[in-house]
């Protein structure tokens, strides 16, 4: 909504907008292009323009989907062939290239984001560890939680006792 906002304030008329992605119906100057920028730093976020930050944003938005992909279907795609499928690239190609300009590999941001989730499904206490392990495709619930402690430095327990919204961040903030 900021971001819309912000093009709307400059007098542009958006036709979309969705994470990681604006359409502007007109076509946009250079000078244009710098004040959107200026503005958006203002409101902390960046505007991406070189193609290899946008194809990892892209690949960011994808994972980001992909959990909720696990958590809506009773037989997930495998992360390489839900990223083939909705970027139109192989997954070798995206793996490298996300390790080249992320600085990890798609395996271990998957873990993040999975985790983040984790933290936020106990956070609201609505569901069992079984049911979130099922939930977010885990082969077992020993398996999370060893995954957990590895990746947060707790147990499930220790951050179930003294959870709270600071000890976790939004998915696209991984």
Avoid: C
Wanted: proline letters at 1%; a negative charge.
């Amino acid at each position: 909504m900021m971001v819309q906002q912000v093009l709307e304030d400059l007098g542009f008329e958006v036709e979309s907008i969705a994470l990681g992605k604006v359409a502007i119906i007109e076509d946009i100057e250079s000078e244009d292009l710098e004040k959107i920028s200026e503005e958006l730093v203002d409101k902390g976020f960046e505007l991406i323009q070189k193609n290899d930050k946008a194809l990892l944003e892209q690949i960011k938005v994808q994972l980001i989907d992909y959990i909720k992909h696990l958590e809506d279907s009773d037989e997930p795609d495998k992360v390489s062939t839900f990223l083939e499928s909705n970027l139109n690239y192989n997954y070798s190609y995206l793996s490298k290239y996300f390790s080249d300009y992320g600085g990890v590999t798609i395996e271990k941001y998957l873990i993040n984001l999975k985790i983040e989730r984790v933290k936020e499904l106990l956070t609201y206490d609505e569901l069992t560890l079984s049911e979130i392990a099922w939930k977010l495709n885990y082969s077992s619930v020993q398996y999370l939680s060893n995954q957990f402690k590895k990746v947060t430095g707790e147990t499930v327990s220790s951050f179930r006792s003294h959870s709270d919204q600071n000890s976790r961040q939004s998915l696209d903030a991984v």
